[in-house]
């Protein structure tokens, strides 16, 4: 068991424990991770880097509840994610999880308002209510006067911050991001970041953000690597993009063995 | 609820990034709208058709007719007609007498069915006299005009193949001719034409004629005998009841039919169309149900991601089924409420104007009947909505079977 986040479980808000993740592939079965243990204080902002094809976005599916590992399990707080029922996990990242993609997946045929206020309306919430709270989010991300407009109609980093207003608008206590200024040139990338960051102090938000960008992981509390299938904490000082972290435990992130991942078959999420 | 709806109506309506799925859709909505009109339609003129037969059958023919079992002529046939008249349920009672005959003008020929009857009593049961287009029926009275020749009125069509008129004189042979010392020969006698009616129903104005009681036993050489008597009833649909009540009221030896029994065929043949027309017709609505299968599987691939965001904030699978599937509704209902303005529309304007015209001895009718009724329309709405429910099955358990990661993870 490598624990990468030596965390006094007590004072976990999320936390992973011997999560593997494992894919047919050919004759064999790809390993993507194993034993991946993973614990995020309240209010922290974690940031994880790796290679593409790395798993990072499939361990942000997990945490969410959108993807079913292969083995272990992940707690929010003492609530095992797997023990759900597909309503119940439906309606907990409604209510606990915003998620925020590189690509901003608002609906097209929506407005921004529209877009902001799903996850309310999703719970049948009275439109006027529902458009109020976004109208809200959409004030605080700068875009009051654009709320109107539908997605096509903003650009991109404007798009970017109507997804974050969606993500809020149902008041999470944990922001998944994965890539968020990744389909950004670097000055709206930052400002989209100082967002984040502002968002992330005035929600009191744990935010886990999943980025190739080095100098946007420095500015959060942690950066994690996952490389061949585990989570390496590094160093914010001297921090290079393709530099090894000392303390890395290399391990075979691929393999056709059977691994620990097949010895548990973990509940079903949604 | 009011999300699924807020969603499917929007995504019915915007404009999409594949024009395929919303031309499909727009075809969908057609289809529908198309197969809900023409059957409203079709069914209108079935039923149409199938009313106003039974009303000119009912208005030229009895409800029910008591005659002799051995076919031998009601003798005592004034007074057992002012008895039958009394019993409950009868509303009316005409005596008759019927013989085939040949009518004759020149080298033209044509059968006949030849009724005698008494005025006053067969307007009681009968329309035809009603229905006299030229000429009058006045002088079918008993005894009038004597010494010249005796009435007839002739069928509208009958009139036309023999080439009758109005003051025409036409000759009648009956087939039951006299014994004279030259062996067997028919018998002739002169008719003066005092009316042509039209009914309507060519099996009547082709082949009808009606003269003075005495004047067709004279003809058949027959006693002062009558061959049915035909009643009139309050309610049609207990004409079988009826007619056994008066069958036992005249006591043995007779015997009634009634217009239910003569026309069965005829009504059971309308029936089967029907059917078969919804069923033939019915067909458009499944292929417009086809299209909304099509249109809606093609609108959840082409939605799998939007879907899979939806599900990442919550949305449930149950919600996302719904989402698809009223727009299926949505869909249905559009065509199925075009479907119906469009067919009463165009069933209440074929009906008003009759502006189809039939060939009356092919149809009994000269014109396209149009009789839409709302049970119709509620039963082929139900029918429109369910066979598009079905088809919605599919494609909306398909878009909440979809897994958010997976739909993710190639974008």
């Known amino acids: 068991m490598t624990e990468v986040a030596r965390i006094d479980q007590g004072d976990a808000f999320l936390r992973t424990e011997d999560l593997c993740k494992a894919f047919p592939s050919g004759n064999g079965t790809l390993t993507l991770f194993r034993d991946l243990n993973l614990t995020v204080r309240r209010g922290e902002m974690v940031a994880i880097v790796g290679e593409s094809g790395s798993g990072k976005s499939t361990l942000l599916h997990m945490l969410a509840g959108l993807d079913r590992p292969s083995a272990g399990a992940v707690y929010f707080g003492s609530t095992l994610l797997g023990k759900l029922t597909a309503g119940q996990a439906a309606a907990f990242r409604n209510r606990e999880i915003g998620y925020v993609w590189q690509m901003h997946y608002l609906l097209p045929e929506f407005t921004a308002l529209e877009n902001a206020a799903m996850p309310l309306l999703a719970r049948n919430m009275p439109k006027n209510q529902a458009f109020a709270a976004a109208a809200r989010l959409l004030d605080e991300v700068g875009l009051g006067q654009r709320a109107s407009h539908r997605a096509g109609e903003l650009s991109g980093g404007e798009q970017q911050r109507v997804a974050f207003a969606r993500a809020l608008v149902a008041g999470p206590g944990l922001l998944l991001a994965d890539e968020p200024t990744g389909s950004l040139d670097a000055s709206t990338a930052d400002s989209v970041f100082r967002l984040l960051t502002q968002l992330h102090t005035a929600h009191q938000l744990t935010s886990i953000l999943v980025t190739h960008n080095l100098d946007l992981a420095r500015r959060c509390d942690r950066t994690l690597r996952l490389r061949d299938g585990q989570l390496q904490q590094i160093p914010v000082a001297g921090m290079q993009p393709d530099q090894t972290p000392p303390e890395s435990t290399a391990d075979t992130g691929t393999s056709n063995v059977q691994s620990s991942c097949v010895r548990v078959q973990a509940p079903g999420p949604a | ?411």
């Open chain 2, 1 to 411: 609820m009011r999300f699924e709806l807020f969603i499917a109506s929007r995504y019915l309506r915007a404009r999409r990034r594949q024009a395929l799925v919303g031309v499909i859709t727009a075809i969908s909505v057609v289809g529908v709208a198309a197969g809900v009109a023409a059957l409203i339609i079709a069914l209108a003129i079935t039923n149409g058709m199938r009313r106003d037969l039974q009303q000119r059958l009912l208005g030229s023919t009895a409800h029910v007719e008591l005659m002799r079992t051995a076919a031998d002529g009601i003798t005592h046939w004034r007074s057992l007609t002012q008895r039958l008249r009394s019993l409950p349920h009868v509303t009316a009672a005409a005596p008759a007498i019927y013989g085939q005959g040949l009518i004759s003008r020149g080298a033209r020929s044509g059968g006949a069915l030849i009724k005698g009857i008494l005025p006053a009593q067969e307007r009681t049961v009968s329309s035809l006299l009603n229905n006299i287009r030229e000429g009058s029926a006045a002088d079918l009275a008993p005894s009038t005009n004597a010494g010249t020749l005796p009435p007839l009125v002739l069928g509208s069509d009958l009139a036309a193949q023999v080439g009758a008129e109005v003051g025409s004189t036409v000759l009648v042979t009956s087939p039951q001719g006299e014994l004279t010392p030259f062996g067997l020969v028919p018998k002739y006698q002169r008719f003066r034409v005092a009316g042509i009616f039209h009914s309507g129903f060519y099996q009547y104005d082709s082949s009808f004629a009606l003269a003075r009681l005495a004047d067709v036993q004279h003809l058949f050489s027959e006693p002062d005998v009558v061959s049915v008597i035909s009643f009139k009833i309050d309610d049609l649909y207990r004409a079988a009841a009826v007619g056994r009540e008066i069958e036992a009221a005249a006591g043995p030896g007779f015997m009634t039919t009634n217009w239910m029994e003569q026309n069965q065929e005829l009504f059971r043949a309308l029936r089967l169309e029907q059917v078969a027309t919804f069923i033939i017709i019915g067909l458009i609505v499944c292929v417009a149900a086809l299209n909304i299968l099509i249109a809606l599987t093609m609108m959840v691939m082409e939605k799998t991601r939007d879907i899979a965001v939806m599900m990442s904030y919550g949305v449930l699978p149950s919600q996302i089924r719904r989402i698809f599937l009223y727009q299926g509704l949505l869909i249905s209902v559009i065509g199925t409420a075009i479907g119906l303005a469009v067919g009463y529309s165009a069933a209440w304007v074929g009906g008003h104007y009759r502006f189809i015209h039939l060939s009356a001895q092919v149809y009994s009718l000269d014109y396209l009947p149009f009789a839409p009724r709302w049970q119709d329309g509620a039963i082929v709405a139900a029918v429109a909505l369910l066979v598009s429910l079905a088809a919605t099955l599919y494609p909306s358990s398909s878009s909440a079977g979809i897994l958010p990661a997976e739909a993710l993870r190639y974008e």
